[in-house]
Structures are given as structure tokens and as C-alpha cells.
């Protein structure tokens, strides 16, 4: 006698989908951003964004204007693609030697 097993389906979407908080979400405007891109406006840090050893934490209040944000940006992806590239390349066994990656590199915060 065969029984059958009733399977929930959980759509794919839903299980792919994780929780994730950093500080990064609890930077706060400290003054409204200006219309014009070339004008500072600062930002308050979460007060986790920097861990000190035997040295004092920088200030958690940062002035910046929107086009330094842009570039801060542009860059950031830029590195990241090349390292992707980098990759590819050394698993293709057309870079020779060691190659030291810095991707997945982020730092988890311990508890």
C-alpha cells in the first residue's frame, strides 16, 4: 500500500529572501540634503561603525556633498568588478601564481 506524502510548496522567492541589518542602516541625516549636488550636507554614523584599539575612533559625524557620494560609489563598483574579473581570469588559469582576493572580505560584527 502506497501512502502519500502532502508537500507544502513555499514559493521560490520567499525562500531566497533573508533578513540583513547592518549600521549602515542607522545613519541618520544630520541636516536636510541640499537641491544642488556640489553643496555639503553632513551624516551622523551609528556609533558601531568603527571599533578602536589603543587609539581614538574617528568622528561619527561626516560632511559630504552628493557627488562625493556618487564617486565614492562609482568606485567602490569598480573595484568590485575588477576583482570579479580577476577572478574569472585566475580560475581560467590565465593569471599565474597566487591570487588574493578581497571579495566576501566584509567584516561580521561579533556579539
Same mark, same amino acid.
Given at each position: 500500500m502506497l501512502? $502519500?506524502?502532502a508537500t507544502r510548496r513555499v514559493p521560490l522567492a520567499r525562500t531566497l529572501a533573508r533578513g540583513l541589518q547592518t549600521s549602515a542602516d542607522t545613519t541618520t541625516?544630520?541636516?536636510?540634503?541640499? @537641491? %544642488? %549636488? %556640489? +553643496?555639503?550636507? /553632513?551624516?551622523?554614523?551609528?556609533?558601531? %561603525?568603527? +571599533?578602536?584599539?589603543?587609539?581614538? /575612533?574617528? @568622528?561619527?559625524?561626516?560632511?559630504?556633498t552628493k557627488d562625493m557620494l556618487v564617486d565614492m560609489?562609482? +568606485? &567602490?563598483? &569598480? &573595484?568590485? $568588478? &575588477?576583482?570579479m574579473a580577476a577572478d574569472a581570469l585566475y580560475k581560467a588559469k590565465l593569471i599565474r601564481g597566487f591570487c588574493h582576493l578581497a571579495i566576501g572580505q566584509v567584516r561580521q560584527r561579533s556579539c
Open positions: 501512502t $502519500r506524502i541625516l544630520a541636516t536636510l540634503p541640499p @537641491s %544642488s %549636488s %556640489s +553643496q555639503p550636507f /553632513k551624516l551622523t554614523l551609528h556609533e558601531d %561603525s568603527f +571599533q578602536a584599539f589603543r587609539c581614538d /575612533k574617528p @568622528s561619527l559625524e561626516v560632511e559630504v560609489y562609482t +568606485q &567602490m563598483t &569598480m &573595484m568590485r $568588478r &575588477m576583482e
